[in-house]
């Protein structure tokens, strides 16, 4: 049975994802970050990321959210130029003039976050607390339409619908929408 919300990321219903789309972090993978061309991480390396360069996430991966498309002005483009005689690869390190970019691993298997974000708090210091629990929030809003609309879609797939039940689907999905725009108007004043 199709489910709603299944194509929804997992990341939008939690409370703090990562890597955050359009924050800006901080290397922290030694010796360096490979950025490759795609998100398959056997895709062509382009460029490289030493410790402590700063990248700005564009998008996480569809197949595996440990990977983020970044751009960056820290990177050394790497130029796989030729094989001489004897198989040995020559390539050249450039500086990357307008910046870069690619994919890399935002995480490691075992969780480690490889990324560090640029405006970390000071110790003893907490995001707003008004803040958190309004993610927290719309992360429950939206599991909770989503399961409406997958028990809505379950009693559709088992039953004709009458006409009464229709209109009842339409009146519930319109305060749907107006609770969600009402949600996004409060929000924009905190």
């Not at 993978?29 to 398959?40: H, K, M, T």
């Not at 004709?160 to 725009?181: F, G, L, P, W, Y």
């Amino acid at each position: 049975a199709a489910r709603a919300c299944s194509d929804m990321e997992k990341r939008v219903l939690e409370p703090a994802p990562y890597p955050m789309v359009g924050e800006r972090y901080t290397i922290h993978i030694r010796p360096s970050a490979l950025v490759r061309r795609e998100e398959n991480p056997e895709s062509d390396v382009i460029a490289e990321l030493r410790v402590g360069g700063v990248v700005t996430v564009l998008d996480v991966g569809e197949e595996d959210t440990g990977r983020a498309k970044v751009y960056t002005e820290h990177a050394v483009r790497i130029m796989m130029e030729a094989f001489e005689d004897g198989g040995e690869l020559i390539s050249s390190h450039k500086g990357v003039p307008g910046g870069v970019t690619g994919w890399i691993t935002s995480a490691g298997l075992d969780g480690q976050h490889f990324l560090r974000p640029l405006a970390v708090l000071s110790s003893g210091e907490k995001p707003p607390v008004t803040l958190a629990e309004r993610l927290v929030d719309l992360g429950n809003l939206l599991d909770g339409i989503c399961a409406w609309v997958n028990v809505t879609l379950g009693a559709a797939a088992a039953a004709v619908h009458a006409d009464r039940s229709i209109r009842h689907e339409a009146k519930v999905c319109r305060r749907h929408v107006q609770t969600i725009q009402a949600f996004i108007e409060e929000s924009q004043s905190l």
